[in-house]
């Protein structure tokens, strides 16, 4: 993602009532489909939660005919329908008559709960990425902020977690590159690195993800030697998964390999999580356009490989000139929120892949576009729509920038919005999420 002048990293909530949070909970409970007025046709075969179903197949549920708008799994239509274009998976054909239905609706009170109840908005990962290199101590090589106006640790005792944001339970450290097994980190030698910050990380109860590449960096890894290095340097309780930005810079071959020494780790440590992240854009104009060559080879080395634990992080930002061939435009300008949601409903098209694996990296204040501007009320919109349709995850980058200033162009260290205040967006999501 993005980076610092002297060592080039690169990208991995203010004030906010309640209210959103509400309101993404309850969009999250089941609820009675609006049905439109359709002459009675037969039922298509009843839903099951187990099946898969592609765009443009039909499913019934309750006396009710739905389409799906891309493949699906697991999704109910009677509590995931809305208009084309909604961002839902089904949409409402009517009613019907015939055996498509299903039991009534007021079943017996010792009749058991559903079986795939939706998440609350609290089961969402959310963890902000921290480059490591801004204001890192390079003495004692630990991580630190100044995104609160005082230079800080990161986690422990005095740190901007324990007194600014002691809610945030989860953090993505970027960048490791270099080989696997003798990695660094902006120049610190990876097991430096660990040594220093892990054990705070495990002691504060912090979830992290180890995040590898980015826009100026390479990550590769060729043996499974050295990937069982990285991740044992790395490994405590709190370790939850591994992230691969890649940006460029890896030949065929080489990305293959790091996809095939994920599989191994995925064997060694099947409960960690391995995300790609990967650069998108968010075409509006129903051409689908979203990834570029190299996220087009990942994502499809990624499926050919029998990986399960994994899912495909989408840079959400720097689209380039405003124009529904890139994003989803308003006013003249892209609109961050609205496009990140465009930028999954591509990917779902595109690949098949499933909102369950898909999460949302957007740049919080001023993108390297400076007329992209991601916005406290765009983080509405991408929590209300992650948590409603279940993606993995939401992310931001990053946690140095957020805190205000004037400059009116992206920087490492702000978000270049004066108005704002200092973890403003790290609140905005926390809140928005129920955290």
């Not at 101590?137 to 005082?150: A, F, H, P, Q, Y």
Request: glycine share 12%.
């Amino acid at each position: 993602m993005r980076v610092n002048a002297g060592v080039r990293s690169r990208l991995v909530f203010g004030s906010c009532t309640g209210t959103l949070g509400v309101a993404i909970a309850l969009a999250l409970t089941a609820a009675v489909p609006m049905r439109t007025a359709h002459a009675a046709t037969a039922c298509a075969a009843a839903w099951n939660a187990g099946s898969v179903y592609n765009g443009g197949d039909v499913a019934s549920e309750n006396g009710v005919n739905y389409k799906a708008n891309w493949w699906t799994q697991g999704n109910d239509p009677a509590s995931n329908s809305g208009a084309a274009g909604s961002g839902q998976p089904w949409t409402s054909q009517g009613s019907c008559d015939g055996g498509g239905s299903t039991p009534p609706t007021d079943p017996p009170p010792t009749d058991p709960p559903p079986s795939n109840p939706p998440p609350g908005a609290g089961d969402l990962f959310f963890s902000p990425y921290k480059d490591i290199t801004i204001n890192l101590d390079w003495n004692t090589n630990i991580m630190s902020s100044l995104v609160t106006g005082t230079r800080l640790p990161v986690v422990g005792s005095g740190s901007v977690v324990s007194t600014a944001v002691p809610n945030l339970g989860a953090i993505t450290l970027a960048f490791a590159s270099g080989e696997c097994g003798s990695e660094n980190w902006g120049g610190v030698p990876g097991q430096a690195f660990a040594d220093a910050n892990i054990k705070r990380l495990d002691d504060a109860g912090i979830n992290y993800v180890v995040s590898t590449g980015g826009q100026a960096g390479v990550f590769s890894c060729g043996s499974a030697t050295g990937m069982a290095q990285f991740v044992n340097r790395y490994n405590s309780s709190h370790l939850v998964g591994i992230d691969f930005d890649i940006e460029g810079g890896q030949t065929p071959a080489q990305l293959n390999a790091l996809v095939s020494q994920a599989v191994y780790a995925e064997s060694v440590h099947p409960n960690l999580r391995f995300s790609f992240t990967l650069a998108t854009l968010a075409a509006s104009d129903g051409s689908f356009g979203g990834l570029n060559s190299t996220g087009d080879a990942v994502v499809k080395a990624v499926k050919a490989s029998g990986l399960k634990n994994y899912t495909i992080n989408l840079m959400t930002m720097d689209y380039g000139a405003a124009g529904t061939g890139v994003c989803v435009v308003k006013n003249g300008a892209c609109d961050m929120g609205q496009s990140a949601v465009q930028a999954v409903l591509n990917l779902q098209h595109t690949y098949g892949i499933p909102a369950s694996q898909i999460e949302i990296t957007p740049m919080i204040g001023v993108n390297d576009v400076s007329s992209e501007v991601f916005t406290t009320a765009d983080i509405d919109t991408v929590t209300n729509y992650a948590a409603t349709n279940k993606l993995a995850g939401v992310h931001f980058w990053s946690l140095d920038r957020d805190t205000p200033c004037s400059q009116g162009t992206a920087s490492p260290t702000c978000n270049s919005l004066p108005s704002t205040t200092s973890l403003q967006y790290t609140k905005r999501f926390l809140s928005n999420l129920g955290r």
